[in-house]
Structure formats: C-alpha cells, structure tokens
T-cell receptor, first 112, second 115 residues
Framework: GQQVMQIPQYQHVQEGEDFTTYCNSS?????IQWYKQRPGGHPVFLIQ?????EVKKQKRLTFQFGEAKKNSSLHITATQTTDVGTYFC????????????FGTGTRLQVTL | KAGVTQTPRYLIKTRGQQVTLSCSPI?????VSWYQQTPGQGLQFLFE???????NKGNFPGRFSGRQFSNSRSEMNVSTLELGDSALYLC??????????????FGPGTRLTVT
C-alpha cells in the first residue's frame, strides 16, 4: 500500500537556526497537506499544495510540492520556540483518493 | 464558530469490552474522518463518512466500525477491545465534497487506555 515517509524523524535546533523536513510518498499524490501537532495537542492544518512544483510561503515557513507530486518539503527560517512540535505531511493517492495517508512525522525541538 | 468536539476525552476499558466514541464536526461540515494515533504506528486512517455514508475505509479489522447521523455527528465503535487498541482517537471534519481535497479540522481526541 501507499507509504509516506518523512525525514528526519527528530531534529533539535537552536533558536534562530533553519529547519527542513522532507516528505516522500511511494505513490503519486493528488495533493499534499501539512499539519503541526504540538506536544499533547492535536494536528492543526498548515497548508495544502495541489500543483506540481508548487511553492507556498507562510511568514517563515516555505512549502514545496515536487514536480512528480511524490515528494514535498517544509522549510522554517530562523526557528523560534513556538515552532516546537511534530510536523506531518499527508496525502491522498491519486485516482480514487480512497484514504489519506499521513507521513511518519518530524519532531522539532527548539532551544534557546 | 465552534471547533470539532469529541467525547469522552479520556476512557479506560478492560480487554474484551466495547467502546463508543463520539464526534461533533464543525457546523456545516459533512465529511468526518477518524484516525488512530499511537507512538509506534503514527497517525493511521480508520474511515471517512460523508452525508451518512462511509466513503472510505482504512486497513483496520472489522472490530472497528462507525456511523454518521443526519446532523453529521459521528460515532465510532470498537468491539472486543485488545491491549493494542490503546491509542489517541482523533476525529476530523472537512467541507470536502471530494474526499481529502480540502483541509481537515481535528478535534482534541479521545485517549483510550485498554487494560
């Protein structure tokens, strides 16, 4: 079945450093969604990308969808302690969009 | 607008029992999805309902079932509980008429512990 892997699993950065998480799907995705889950919280929607090669920015966050629509990345510039959490990508496979598969997640820890 | 609500928030059950979890979506959202989150398996899709019909189903045994009512509220049921069913069960609602084509709003989850 469809698998969505994210790397790294965990990253610890100093505040002000940049951070990137990569998402790779075994199948083509009709869209990619990114969510953030704070410790003890629930996933919160960040953004959705639909087009091949699409790039979207939200303040310090930059999201990219690969040309083949099988991979994506999230880059955070100058991390802050408020960025702490686990970042998940998620995507339905193309065609029937029969289920939404979440990536394995990247846990980000930011220290002063 | 009120967010997605789930009840109960915490639940402790014994192996072999059954449990029913409830989810109230955001007003106007007709799609409701359920997910199981565990440290080992991550976030896994259970099923998705739209206008009282199950549109999609994940790879879970038949012990896991759900339904959606005419007001879009949804319930999921797990019968014959096993220790491995201990997890955070998350419900998400969406405006999406096409499955997973739109953002999902998650509820706070129900933490189920099976002893």
């Amino acid at each position: 079945g469809q698998q969505v892997m994210q790397i790294p699993q965990y990253q610890h950065v100093q505040e002000g450093e940049d951070f990137t998480t990569y998402c790779n799907s075994s199948t083509t995705l009709s869209n990619i969604q990114w969510y953030k889950q704070r410790p003890g919280g629930h996933p919160v929607f960040l953004i959705q990308l639909v087009k091949s090669g699409e790039v979207k920015k939200q303040k310090r966050l930059t999201f990219q969808f690969g040309e083949a629509k099988k991979n994506s990345s999230l880059h955070i510039t100058a991390t802050q302690t408020t960025d702490v959490g686990t970042y998940f990508c998620a995507g339905p496979n193309t065609g029937t969009a029969s289920k939404l598969t979440f990536g394995t997640g990247t846990r980000l820890q930011v220290t002063l | 607008k009120a967010g997605v609500t789930q009840t109960p928030r915490y639940l402790i059950k014994t192996r072999g029992q059954q449990v029913t979890l409830s989810c109230s979506p955001i007003s106007g959202h007709r799609s409701v999805s359920w997910y199981q989150q565990t440290p080992g398996q991550g976030l896994q899709f259970l099923f998705e309902y739209f206008s009282e019909t199950q549109r999609n189903k994940g790879n879970f045994p038949g012990r896991f079932s759900g339904r959606q009512f005419s007001n879009s509220r949804s319930e999921m049921n797990v019968s014959t509980l096993e220790l491995g069913d201990s997890a955070l069960y998350l419900c998400a609602s969406s405006l999406a008429a096409i499955p997973f084509s739109y953002e999902q709003y998650f509820g706070p989850g129900t933490r189920l512990t099976v002893t």
